[in-house]
């Protein structure tokens, strides 16, 4: 971000970046931890929530409201587009197109949960008739949020009376560690009175937390704030280069830690959720860089389309294409899950017709006809196996290490982003022993994974 844009929104110039050394509330975890539980406050009994351990296709949708943020975290896949106010993608939408997305992820692709993204959805002026609309047609509606906006009781409140499902708070990192990646000076202060409000209202919430580096050190004690605040669940995700942070040399070992260097810290915090009874979930992290019994809470694209928290890659195929994610024009045709199945040899002309508005429509409805045919011969899951291989590998070049032919987990894990590897290598695979592992959900399926309002 320029100097001039952080001075306009009153970012302290003296903020230290992300890849600064090493400040207190690292160096004293525990410290930052205390401080942080008086502003929030303590559950005095966690609630006992219903389980499951049942493993089928996730029905949530996902959409974003325009790339508009009032915060700037380092590793925002947005990055670009928030900074820039002339990008297309960058104003918020009408409520009634995003009326219109969240229907036609009813009624044409079945969903019944959805996850409202901004940018920041709660800055957006229509947010509340939304959640409202989404109750109304049957979708259970989470916001991803900062959390900044609700150190207002009021504005909790009126989330509640307008029907909010959930709220998914980003905590990525505690104290001045949090304030530096989100760089926002004060904004750890009102996200721990946010969580204080939330559940003084009763309104259910979990935790995002972006593996990046300066938050490492404080993993065990981030998981302690899940537990102690009431979050009901805890996701971890490694900072990828998904979106922009592909653009522009964002990305450093100054900046991202390395697998090895998180498992450690990573593995006390599971334990910490595992102890508590909490959900823990791990986003794109090779299996073996955490022990066995850690396994369960690893999710890499081919276990994602079996966690009801996650997206349906049918839906999020349509809602992530740009017309549904700018203020300007209409939304697009439908483009069904097969039509994602396109050969590599082919992906060059079908990038060149795609980017012509006319013979791409006239495209969409012939390779969705095929679709519906191809889908009609195969079952669900093998279609969102097949998916889960083209976004891991077409779409984020994802590799395996030489010694990943020896692992009995090969066919269920996605190996190591082509970024990071380019960065680090693959020199930390680390293969273990035993019978080919062919169904992705193996480990997934002895988690216990809550039952809300959107997997009942
Ligand atoms: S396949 Fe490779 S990256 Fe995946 S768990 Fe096995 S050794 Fe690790």
Redesign the pocket.
């Known amino acids: 971000m320029s100097a001039r844009n952080l001075s306009e929104r009153g970012v302290a110039p003296d903020l230290p970046t992300a890849d600064a050394a090493a400040t207190a509330d690292e160096l004293y975890p525990e410290e930052a931890l205390a401080r942080a539980l008086a502003l929030a406050g303590e559950v005095t009994e966690r609630p006992r929530l219903e389980s499951t351990r049942e493993r089928t296709i996730t029905r949530r949708g996902v959409m974003w409201l325009g790339q508009t943020c009032n915060l700037r975290c380092y590793f925002c896949y947005f990055i670009d587009r928030i900074e820039t106010t002339t990008h297309p993608e960058h104003p918020f939408m009408t409520l009634e197109k995003a009326k219109k997305i969240c229907k036609t992820l009813v009624d044409t692709f079945g969903n019944d949960a959805i996850d409202i993204q901004g940018g920041e959805p709660t800055i957006w002026p229509h947010i509340l008739d939304l959640v409202r609309y989404c109750r109304e047609i049957g979708l259970f509606p989470t916001l991803i949020t900062n959390a900044l906006v609700l150190d207002k009781p009021e504005k909790c409140q009126a989330y509640k009376d307008a029907g909010i499902g959930d709220f998914l708070v980003s905590v990525h990192g505690i104290g001045e560690v949090h304030d530096r990646v989100v760089q926002l000076p004060g904004a750890h202060v009102r996200q721990m009175k946010a969580l204080r409000n939330l559940r003084e209202a009763g309104i259910p919430f979990r935790f995002n937390c972006v593996l990046s580096k300066p938050v490492v050190a404080q993993l065990p004690q981030v998981a302690e704030l899940a537990v102690r605040t009431g979050a009901r669940v805890l996701n971890f995700l490694t900072f990828n280069p998904f979106e922009d942070q592909a653009r522009g040399g964002k990305r450093s070992a100054n900046n991202v830690p390395m697998y090895g260097e998180i498992s450690t810290q990573l593995e006390k915090a599971l334990d910490i959720l595992d102890d508590a009874g909490v959900e823990a979930n791990v986003r794109y992290l090779?299996?073996?860089?955490v022990k066995e019994r850690h396994r369960k809470s690893i999710y890499n694209f081919q276990q994602l389309p079996y966690d009801h928290h996650e997206w349906d890659y049918a839906s999020w195929g349509w809602t992530g294409l740009v017309e549904q994610r700018m203020k300007w024009g209409e939304v697009s045709p439908v483009l069904q899950l097969e039509t994602l199945r396109t050969p590599a040899r082919f992906r060059k002309q079908i990038d060149w017709i795609l980017a012509r508005p006319r013979l791409r429509s006239a495209l969409f409805k012939l390779h969705n006809g095929v679709a519906r045919v191809a889908a009609a011969l195969r079952s669900k899951d093998t279609l969102y196996r097949h998916n889960a291989r083209i976004r891991a590998e077409s779409h984020c070049g994802y590799i395996?290490?030489a010694?990943?032919?020896?692992?009995?987990?090969?066919?269920?894990?996605?190996?190591?982003h082509g970024d990071y590897a380019d960065l680090f290598g693959?020199s930390?695979?680390?293969?273990?022993g035993g019978p080919k592992l062919k169904d992705p959900r193996h480990y997934i399926r002895t988690q216990d994974k809550i039952v809300d309002g959107a997997s009942a």
Request: aromatic share 12%.
């Open positions: 090779p299996l073996c860089m395996y290490a010694a990943c032919n020896e692992c009995s987990a090969k066919n269920i894990c996605d190996g190591f693959t930390e695979a680390t293969p273990f």
